[in-house]
């Protein structure tokens, strides 16, 4: 399963042979290494709990989340389909502890690496303009983000 992209266990930033780093688009990687690397003198450790995934990996997370919560709509708060998730194009990364997310918080605007998502505090993605201009207004969660429209329609 980890060549589809899963991370069973939080992974090292710097982890070119698990698929789920390798496989992020190089400038998203670049920014988080740099990050990374940075948040490490300040004494916080990033590490990598998700990242590019499968088009089938993530249609299991969604069919997992549906039973989960009850309905696609429910579901479409915390899981996108394959067709529209950022971490199957390899744009997207999921981050720990805890601490990363708050030092992220704090820094990550000057990487390009901004929260897109109220209630997803480890999901990042890399918005270049962000460096001059701060990171856009997060979305409540991803079925309130345009880009999420899918099989589902409109889940809002």
């Known amino acids: 399963?980890?060549?589809?992209?899963?991370v069973p266990h939080p992974v090292r930033v710097f982890d070119d042979e698990t698929p789920a780093v390798a496989n992020l688009d190089p400038a998203l990687l670049g920014a988080l290494r740099r990050a990374a690397?940075?948040?490490?003198?300040?004494?916080?450790?990033?590490?990598?709990n998700g990242g590019w995934r499968s088009r089938e990996y993530q249609a299991r997370l969604l069919a997992a989340a549906i039973s989960k919560y009850g309905s696609e709509r429910e579901a479409a708060r915390w899981v996108a389909t394959p067709e529209t998730s950022a971490h199957v194009s390899g744009d997207a990364v999921d981050v720990g502890p805890s601490s990363?997310?708050?030092?992220?918080?704090?820094?990550?605007?000057?990487?390009?690496?901004?929260?897109?998502?109220?209630?997803?505090p480890w999901h990042y993605e890399l918005r270049p303009e962000a460096v001059e201009h701060g990171c856009p207004p997060l979305y409540a969660d991803p079925s309130h983000d345009p880009r999420m429209a899918s099989a589902f329609g409109d889940a809002q």
């Open 1 to 6: 399963m980890r060549t589809h992209g899963a």
């Open 37 to 48: 690397t940075d948040a490490a003198a300040d004494g916080v450790e990033l590490v990598v």
């Open 100 to 120: 990363a997310w708050a030092w992220l918080s704090s820094h990550g605007a000057a990487y390009g690496l901004c929260q897109i998502y109220r209630n997803e």
